[in-house]
């Protein structure tokens, strides 16, 4: 009994030794697993913003469609009547449809 517990202890040391050193190419790797540079081309370039929708991002979604890679663009805002951020023009809707257009 007292053997096997000193065997799982060894090998959860050795575990978590080996975890402390390789962590970064750990995440590393596991993030070229979920997210792949794609060749391919997408149905929908879905951009999404809690309060704002960076226009830098608008810019590459905007790429993708010129570039091919995408056949359409999806802009979702989410509109908080609570919060209200410094600088945010008050039709903030009708600000990303002209800029858009």
């Known amino acids: 009994m007292f053997r096997k517990l000193y065997i799982f202890l060894v090998l959860l040391g050795i575990v978590s030794i080996s975890l402390l050193f390789s962590w970064r190419i750990i995440l590393t790797e596991a993030g070229r697993y979920l997210a792949p540079e794609g060749v391919g081309k997408a149905d929908v370039v879905i951009l999404e913003g809690g309060e704002l929708v960076r226009e830098n991002a608008v810019r590459i979604g905007l790429k993708l469609l010129s570039s091919g890679r995408g056949e359409r663009l ?27 257009e």
């Open 74 to 100: 999806v802009v979702l805002y989410h509109h908080s009547e609570d919060e209200q951020i410094f600088g945010r023009p008050s039709g903030y809707c009708f600000f990303l449809i002209q800029k858009l």
